[in-house]
């Protein structure tokens, strides 16, 4: 599994949610229950997880919506 976006933003993860799931792209999102330690503001960021395989496919769609620049960097 690749991390592909990291963020604390539950609109934006709505939204990459969405576009895996349209293109049956395999993802996780990790560190959702995270807000019970946190006390629920949102501090922590969540993380989104693709499968290794689906990398490729999957930056390509956040870029194609606009999203490109909430991506993190390739691992080489």
Do not use: C, W
């Not at 990459?16 to 995270?34: C, K, R, S, W």
Request: net charge negative; hydrophobic share 45%.
């Amino acid at each position: 599994m690749r991390e592909i976006v990291r963020t604390n933003d539950p609109v934006l993860i709505n939204a990459i949610e969405a576009l895996f799931t349209g293109a049956h792209i395999p993802y996780l999102v990790l560190d959702q229950n995270m807000s019970v330690l946190e006390g629920s503001i949102g501090m922590l960021p969540r993380r989104i997880l693709v499968e290794d395989s689906a990398e490729q496919e999957a930056r390509q769609l956040l870029t194609d919506a606009g999203l490109g620049k909430e991506m993190r960097p390739q691992a080489k």
